[in-house]
T-cell receptor, first 113, second 114 residues
């Protein structure tokens, strides 16, 4: 049972444009959501998070939006840069999950110059 | 501030053997979590240790076991290795155990079981 889903395995965007990565979840008890970026041969790097009491959190070029009624979150990267090319994972925690993070399958972002 | 480190980087074992993976937490972090990442998948939670006690376990068999030491470093032990255990093993440390804070990941150990 996949509680966190990223339905797009890959996304290609032109440099300078907006990248939008999507994530859906099924467990309404989740109350904290995170985005991680992963380069090959490295561990995931934390990007940005959002609590379920908010619907938006912004940090520089990165903004996360949370729609609790739709059980959907998205990560916006504006403007996209070639260095943003990586695999992006969304993760969720809270409710009866204790301290564990439940990850989606990842979306590979390619930003072309 | 030293980040999360893991050793070894790569490891090759044969089916039935045992393996120990090590993790050094980020300074000041008392919680460590271990994840298994298969190719093309997101990390899957194995278990978490908080102040040397197991504090939650994912859907992994008992042959996956762990330890956390007083300095908050940690080990993951896997007995009776199976081919499907081939994966990237990640540890992550955090300031607290609720899951509502950043978990900082190490670079991982790539385990290959032949």
């Amino acid at each position: 049972d996949q509680q966190v889903k990223q339905n797009s395995p890959s996304l290609s965007v032109q440099e300078g444009r907006i990248s939008i990565l999507n994530c859906d979840y099924t467990n309404s008890m989740f109350d904290y959501f995170l985005w991680y970026k992963k380069y090959p041969a490295e561990g995931p790097t934390f990007l940005i998070s959002i609590s379920s009491i908010k619907d938006k959190n912004e940090d520089g070029r990165f903004t996360v939006f949370l729609n609790k009624s739709a059980k959907h979150l998205s990560l916006h990267i504006v403007p996209s840069q070639p260095g943003d090319s990586a695999v992006y994972f969304c993760a969720a925690s809270g409710g009866n999950q204790g301290g564990k993070l439940i990850f989606g399958q990842g979306t590979e972002l390619s930003v072309k110059p | 501030e030293t980040g999360v480190t893991q050793s070894p980087t790569h490891l090759i074992k044969t089916r039935g053997q045992q393996v120990t993976l090590r993790c050094s937490s980020q300074s000041g972090h008392n919680t460590v979590s271990w994840y298994q990442q298969a190719l093309g998948q997101g990390p899957q939670f194995i278990f978490q240790y908080y102040r040397e006690e197991e504090n939650g376990r994912g859907n992994f068999p008992p042959r996956f076991s762990g330890l956390q030491f007083p300095n908050y470093s940690s080990e993951l032990n896997v007995n009776a290795l199976e081919l499907d255990d081939s994966a990237l093993y990640l540890c992550a440390s955090s300031l607290e155990s609720s899951g509502r804070s950043e978990q900082f990941f190490g670079p991982g150990t790539r385990l290959t079981v032949l």
